[in-house]
Each structure stands twice: as C-alpha cells, then as structure tokens.
C-alpha cells in the first residue's frame, strides 16, 4: 500500500474521516487498529509475528524500567538483532560461508529454507532498540501503556520507511491530539513535495537508469558515470519523497515526526551530510554505536575505527549483499580520511566564506556521494565490479587513443566517452535530458529544506496557495506521471 496509490488514498481517507469524529479520548485506539491493518493489507501471517515482537519488547520494556540492569537490555537488544538477523541476513551469511568454503550446503540454503522478509523490520527493530537502550539511561520517566507502546511501534506513517522515532519524539503528541489548522496546511504542503519529488523526479529517473545498472557492462564509461549521478538524485527524491508524505500523514492525524533530510546535497563535509541525509539514522548510529564504541575519546586512532565501523554497519543494516558493505566501508574511510586531515594534519577542507569555493566543495560532495550510489545501487557485486571496470577501462582506452594520435584525434576520441567513435559498439544511457529538470527541481527543494525561513514569508497566503498548489500538483500527477515502482526503503 503505497503512499501514492490509490488503496492508500482510500484506507486513509477512511481512517482521517473516522479518526477525527470520534471522541479524542478514543483516538489512539483506533490508531492503534489502523495501524495494524496497514500491517495486515501485506501479510497477515507476517502481522501475527509483528505482535508478538511488539508484546516481548513491551515486556522487556517493563524489565528494563523495573529492575535498571544491563542484563534486560542486553537481553532486548540481542533478541531484537537475532530477530532481524534470521529474516534479513541468513541468505547472505549462507552466500558467504559457500563463498569461503565452496560447500554446496550453503549455496542450497534458499532452496531449504523459505524466509520472507516482514514488513519494516529494519526499521522497528531500530526503534525498540532505541526505547530500550533509552530507558535504561533514564528509568525515572513513567510507564508507557501497553496500548501506548503498541501504538508507538505500529504507527503506520512512519512504519514502513521511518523516521526513526524515539520515545521523546513520540509519546508527547498523545496528549494533544486535536485538530490543528497550521498542521493541516504543513501537511498539504509535504504531501505536494512527496508527490513531486516521488512521482515526477524519482520515477523519470528510475526509468532513465534501471537499463544501465541491469547490464553495466554493455554501456560506455560515460553512461555508468551518469547513471551514478542520476541515481543520486533519484534516491534523494524517491526516499525524501517518502519521509514528506510519511510527515505528511502524521501531521493530517496530530503527530508532529522528526525531520529525515536537510538539503543533503548543499553540504561541504562528508560529516555535514550524514547529518542531512536519513538525519534519524545517522543519530541513532551515533548515540546507540559510535557513542558507546568510545566516540571520539579514546584517541584518534580508535575514532577513525570506529567511524568505519558505524558506516559500515549502517550500510549493512540497509541491505544484505556485499554492495552495502562496500557502500559503508567506503564511506567509513571518507569519514576517517576526511577527520584526519583535518584534525591530524590540521588542513582546512571545509570553505567558509569564499562561496566559490564552497559551491565547489558541495560539487566534489556529490560525486563522491554518486560514486557511493553506485555501489548502493548495483544488483550484485558482480555488476557493481562490472560497473567501475568499465567506468576505468572505457576511459582509459580513450585516454589512450588521445594520446596516441594526432591533435585532430582530440574531438573523436573525446566524444567516444560520450558514447561515439571507438566505443560505438557501448550502448547510451538514454533519456539523458531528464537530469536537466529533475536537477532544477533537486535545487528548488533543497532550497526549501535549507532556508526554510525564506519560505516561511508565504505562509501567511496559506489559505489560497495550498489549493492552488493542489490543484496543480494533481494536474501534473495526471498529465507527466510514469510508473516508477515502489519507494527504494521499502526493501529496507
């Protein structure tokens, strides 16, 4: 049940209307059931197992708080990654011991074992991690409700791709569910930037690269280059996209969520836009693993560990294949080749006033974050191999040919990395004029998200510029928009 489809239109517009006739103080409740149901439209077997989670974390919960002792949360947390490593990572770990041992026992284990993935687990499984872990630091709180904690862990806006709640995030808006007028018309205005960002970016550039990442090694250098580019702009659309109309929904029900991105891509530091992109993520690697590792006060070399541990961890926890591996560990050595210049060397790398110079830096950002999709992206490591061999080989080949003929050579060897002359026989990412818009609308948003003071002028027309903007936004759903698939988290 997509945000953007129609069984959600209609299973939300049923809960709105119910929701907000019935008495407030029954509210919750029926929350709780709808969210429930939203788990059920997918797998009702998978529902029964959701429950049961929830009902021994809740237990856990009244432990920890109890009796304050390390052995219930270590307890909690060790059920909890025993329960997301069985459904998520026991293909891949049997895919690794048959790539260690070469025995055919392990490469059989998919045939033996049929595992389906429940819904969301990466991302409950996060956040009653969280609610324990936190209890434990501080069991001074009251009591949640059971009712309350099942409603916690089963809200649906935010169930299937986040943000990831906390308990503080939460909690406070049970004692304030009524209807807002400010709320209302926030939450028109990101489920219109959800819509656009999803259907209209997203989609348009799902199109324009799944050919490319399907057979890599049959594009020029050129095209995997920009299929790369373009994935970046297509999982920040398509993913914050999502966390606008997750908001979006919570905000139509009384629920203020924490933001998930900030204008990722203006960022000059690697350590800047970790802190922009999946916000709920990065912190909660932050406080419930690079924080307990030691952080940064066990010396310099046990912090350059332990930012590769925590990015490649988290790169693990998005998917189980080697390309999540490699996408973390690679963004673990940026991080902590990123501080070591910095703080051991003492060279600046961050710009502060020359904004050319910054510009640049939030440029030279991006590709490396473009580089790091396309590992994130690949099917398998195989085609993620394929992919950088041939990014490698089909450049240098034309370096070569440029070097080795004459100075007339120079404009036919150049445009073979553009996909002509030697490398003809190379297919061509096509559709390449998509960038140019989904770019100018990538800016806009990022606008938005970074000066949201700016934006805020134009709220006091509220009452005229949210239809208007609507109403457009419907017209251009209908006349521009293409099946993209579903949200890229959903997997997740």
């Known amino acids: 049940m997509l945000f953007n489809s129609i069984p959600f239109l209609v299973f939300f517009s049923v809960v709105y209307l119910a929701y907000w006739a019935i008495p407030q103080k029954y509210r919750k409740y029926f929350l709780l059931l709808s969210g ?30 109890k009796n304050n002792t390390k052995f219930w949360v270590t307890l909690t947390v060790t059920l909890n990654l025993i329960n997301l490593g069985f459904f998520k990572y026991v293909y891949f770990f049997s895919k690794v011991l048959f790539d260690i041992t070469d025995y055919p026992f392990f490469q059989n284990v998919p045939n033996l074992i049929h595992i389906t993935l429940p819904l969301a687990i990466s991302f409950y499984t996060f956040q009653v991690i969280a609610a324990a872990v936190d209890t434990y630091r501080d069991n001074k709180k009251p009591v949640q409700k059971p009712e309350d904690y099942f409603l916690f862990v089963a809200f649906f806006p935010v169930l299937i791709a986040g943000p990831i709640m906390r308990m503080h995030d939460f909690f406070p808006n049970l004692s304030n569910l009524t209807p807002n007028k400010e709320k209302m ?23 324009t690269i799944t050919p490319v990442f399907a057979t890599p090694a049959e594009y020029d250098s050129f095209s995997l280059f920009m299929a790369g580019i373009c994935y970046s702009i297509q999982v920040y659309s398509d993913f914050s996209g999502l966390t606008d109309m997750a908001r979006s929904v919570a905000l139509f029900l009384g629920f203020e969520t924490p933001e998930n991105f900030k204008a990722p891509f203006f960022s000059t530091s690697g350590r800047e836009l970790w802190q922009r992109w999946h916000i709920t993520l990065s912190f909660w690697l932050r406080d419930y693993i690079y924080f307990p590792l030691g952080g940064s006060k066990k010396g310099e070399l046990r912090t350059y560990l332990n930012l590769i541990i925590i990015m490649t961890l988290g790169g693990f926890w998005h998917g189980a294949d080697y390309t999540f ?44 974050f473009s580089i790091s999709g396309m590992m994130f992206r690949s099917n398998n490591a195989t085609s993620m ?11 240098t080949h034309s370096l070569e040919q440029t070097l080795a003929y004459d100075s007339n050579y120079w404009l036919v060897s150049a445009t073979s990395i553009l996909g002509e002359g030697s490398s003809f026989r190379y297919l061509h990412i096509e559709n390449l004029e998509r960038i140019f818009y989904t770019s100018f609308a990538l800016l806009v948003f990022h606008h938005i998200q970074y000066f949201p003071e700016y934006w805020q002028k134009l709220r006091k027309h509220d009452h005229w510029l949210a239809p208007i903007l609507g109403v457009v936004t419907i017209f251009l759903l209908a006349t521009l928009s293409q099946d993209g698939g579903e949200f890229i988290y959903y997997k997740f």
């Open 36 to 65: 429930v149901g939203f788990y059920a439209y997918f797998s009702l077997f998978l529902t029964i197992h959701f429950l049961i989670v929830i009902s021994i974390n809740y237990y856990l919960y009244l432990q920890i708080h």
């Open 325 to 368: 591996i490699c996408w973390g560990l690679y963004w673990g050595l940026l991080l902590a080749g990123e501080r070591y210049l910095e703080t051991g060397l003492g060279i600046k790398l961050t710009p502060e006033k020359n904004k050319i110079l910054i510009v640049c830096k939030a440029f030279i950002i991006f590709i490396l």
């Open 185 to 207: 018309f926030r939450a028109s205005y990101l489920l219109i930037s959800g819509l656009v960002k999803k259907v209209l970016v997203a989609d348009p550039m799902s199109l």
């Open 385 to 395: 191999v394929d992919l950088f061999i041939g990014i490698f080989t089909h450049f």
